[in-house]
């Protein structure tokens, strides 16, 4: 955390910085900003915004205030606004800072500030129908996010506008899941002295679970409406031999294709790109353009029904692995073994496929420990034939009318002291038990709220 000694002469290094190269920016003289250590993103700001406006602005400018509401209203982000409005204020209130939400244009459509904030942006229209794109009041956090398609903070006299130099703003984008398109943007705003490296992190937490609350809102209505299978139905063998089919027909996927179908099928809340990549990948150098490019052939393999911010599968689907797990959780010891077909996509490289296919193998053979049905066990045997501890274990052994081991319970994925050096701390591994549903599924619309409570 900065010291406010620290945060001063930063602010006061920009406040010099600002003196000495508006002027010439807005009288198109030649500058160079950049070598006192201004952002190359604020330089290219600041000419642009000289090209609009003049830094001595007071306010932005108001749109008309019934257009502003219905356009909220219309807004998918509206619902989840609602959904999300007493974390919002919460986080507003606690932390002293104005949070708002906005249009794709920024033009603001909602805010909520504790008392000291809510007076400083009222001054200067930080209210809804506020316009703080670049062209009406000059660089600012909400536009720079927008822009650039990722979060940003504009800290101090970073700002184009002078009227706002007593601020930070740490602002990120708003995606619908199911498209990628941006809704707008969650911004966080607070006086320039109470600047802390998690405010970044935090307008990155919340535009996150305002994206997932659109989706969660949208699968809601779809499933009122009868719709909610818009795409068919994806069904993947992944247990011995693998085999992907999209209605009923054969798709052609290579190995790595289907290692991350089984990601994102094992992981029904969603994955970002680089928690997927670390699943995919571990530790081997691969970039994660690679990743990207491989999701691009993916979704139009997928007629589309891919959707990205997280990536998730926007499909109906049946996957062999639930269905196993969903059985062993019911009981059915002998339909698991049946529909057991072998090893979780064997020789994958995945370092979480590897680890959830050990997991799945040992649930079964801890049921058929506990309940050693003949059948099942001569099954079973077929594809593990080297398995003798468990021939010799249950020859020993009658079969039993016993509750299935608690080994493969379903809390053992979600296990906190397990160790994963792949996986982000506060994450969990793997599926839901919703996801261990038989037959055509699709995540419930709690699902996104349930993964974003666990900072999934």
Same mark, same amino acid.
């Given at each position: 955390?900065?010291?406010?000694?620290?945060?001063?002469?930063?602010?006061?290094?920009?406040?010099?910085? =600002?003196?000495?190269?508006?002027? !010439? #920016?807005?009288?198109?003289?030649?500058?160079?900003?950049?070598?006192?250590?201004?952002?190359?993103?604020?330089?290219?700001?600041?000419?642009?915004?000289?090209?609009?406006? +003049?830094?001595?602005?007071?306010?932005?400018?108001?749109?008309?205030?019934?257009?502003?509401?219905?356009?909220?209203?219309?807004?998918?982000?509206?619902?989840?606004?609602?959904?999300?409005?007493? &974390?919002? &204020?919460?986080? !507003?209130?606690?932390?002293?800072?104005?949070?708002?939400?906005?249009?794709?244009?920024?033009?603001?459509?909602?805010?909520?500030?504790?008392?000291? +904030?809510?007076?400083?942006?009222?001054?200067?229209?930080?209210?809804?129908?506020?316009? =703080?794109?670049?062209?009406?009041?000059?660089?600012?956090?909400?536009?720079?996010?927008?822009?650039?398609?990722?979060?940003?903070?504009?800290?101090?006299?970073?700002?184009?506008?002078?009227?706002?130099?007593? =601020?930070?703003?740490?602002?990120?984008?708003?995606?619908?899941?199911?498209? /990628?398109?941006?809704?707008?943007?969650?911004?966080?705003?607070?006086?320039?002295?109470?600047?802390?490296? #998690?405010?970044?992190?935090? *307008?990155? $937490?919340?535009?996150?679970?305002?994206?997932?609350?659109?989706? $969660?809102?949208?699968?809601?209505?779809?499933?009122?409406?009868?719709?909610?299978?818009?795409?068919?139905?994806?069904?993947?063998?992944?247990?011995?031999?693998?085999?992907?089919?999209?209605?009923?027909?054969?798709?052609?996927?290579?190995?790595? &294709?289907?290692? #991350?179908?089984?990601?994102?099928?094992?992981?029904?809340?969603?994955?970002?790109?680089?928690?997927?990549?670390?699943?995919?990948?571990?530790?081997?150098?691969?970039?994660?353009?690679?990743?990207?490019?491989?999701?691009?052939?993916?979704? !139009? +393999?997928?007629?589309?029904?891919?959707?990205?911010?997280?990536?998730?599968?926007?499909?109906?689907?049946?996957?062999?692995?639930?269905?196993?797990?969903?059985?062993?959780?019911?009981?059915?010891?002998?339909? *698991?073994?049946?529909?057991?077909?072998?090893?979780?996509?064997?020789?994958?490289?995945?370092?979480?496929? $590897?680890?959830?296919?050990?997991?799945?193998?040992?649930?079964?053979?801890?049921?058929?420990?506990?309940?050693?049905?003949?059948?099942?066990? &001569?099954?079973?045997?077929?594809?593990?034939?080297?398995?003798?501890?468990?021939?010799?274990?249950?020859?020993?052994?009658?079969?039993?009318?016993?509750?299935?081991?608690?080994?493969?319970?379903?809390?053992?994925?979600?296990?906190? /002291?397990?160790?994963?050096?792949?996986?982000?701390?506060?994450?969990?591994?793997?599926?839901?038990?919703?996801?261990?549903?038989?037959?055509?599924?699709?995540?419930?619309?709690?699902?996104?709220?349930? !993964?974003?409570?666990?900072? #999934?």
């Amino acid at each position: 955390m900065f010291t406010r000694a620290q945060l001063h002469r930063r602010r006061s290094h920009l406040a010099r910085a =600002w003196d000495l190269h508006i002027p !010439a #920016i807005c009288d198109k003289r030649p500058t160079s900003a950049a070598r006192m250590g201004v952002r190359t993103e604020i330089v290219a700001s600041w000419e642009r915004s000289a090209a609009h406006i +003049m830094p001595e602005v007071h306010e932005a400018p108001l749109a008309d205030a019934d257009e502003t509401r219905l356009a909220f209203q219309a807004s998918p982000l509206s619902a989840a606004v609602r959904q999300l409005e007493s &974390q919002l &204020q919460a986080a !507003a209130d606690d932390g002293e800072l104005v949070v708002a939400v906005t249009d794709p244009a920024a033009r603001i459509l909602w805010t909520h500030g504790g008392a000291v +904030m809510r007076r400083k942006a009222e001054k200067v229209n930080f209210v809804p129908g506020g316009r =703080w794109d670049e062209a009406s009041v000059g660089t600012n956090a909400l536009d720079l996010a927008l822009r650039l398609d990722h979060a940003a903070t504009v800290y101090s006299a970073e700002h184009f506008s002078s009227c706002v130099h007593g =601020w930070v703003c740490w602002a990120a984008p708003v995606h619908d899941p199911r498209t /990628g398109r941006q809704l707008g943007v969650l911004d966080l705003s607070t006086t320039w002295d109470r600047s802390h490296p #998690i405010g970044l992190a935090t *307008a990155e $937490a919340l535009a996150r679970l305002l994206g997932r609350e659109v989706r $969660a809102t949208a699968v809601a209505g779809a499933a009122q409406n009868g719709t909610s299978r818009s795409g068919g139905l994806l069904e993947l063998e992944l247990l011995g031999q693998p085999s992907v089919q999209l209605n009923g027909a054969r798709l052609r996927l290579t190995r790595r &294709q289907i290692e #991350i179908l089984a990601l994102l099928a094992l992981n029904p809340g969603g994955l970002d790109l680089a928690e997927l990549h670390a699943r995919l990948y571990g530790d081997r150098p691969v970039s994660q353009g690679t990743l990207k490019a491989e999701m691009s052939q993916l979704r !139009a +393999m997928l007629g589309g029904h891919l959707e990205s911010r997280p990536y998730r599968i926007d499909l109906d689907m049946r996957c062999d692995v639930t269905d196993v797990l969903h059985r062993l959780r019911a009981s059915d010891v002998a339909g *698991a073994v049946e529909r057991y077909g072998g090893e979780l996509l064997p020789g994958s490289e995945s370092p979480a496929l $590897a680890e959830f296919g050990h997991f799945v193998t040992v649930a079964l053979r801890n049921a058929l420990l506990s309940d050693p049905h003949p059948a099942a066990v &001569q099954r079973y045997l077929e594809l593990a034939p080297h398995d003798l501890d468990l021939l010799g274990s249950t020859r020993r052994r009658g079969p039993t009318n016993g509750q299935p081991h608690p080994g493969y319970d379903q809390p053992s994925l979600t296990e906190e /002291g397990r160790h994963d050096p792949h996986r982000r701390p506060g994450t969990h591994l793997f599926i839901s038990a919703a996801a261990s549903s038989p037959g055509p599924s699709r995540p419930p619309p709690s699902a996104g709220r349930a !993964a974003a409570s666990r900072g #999934i």
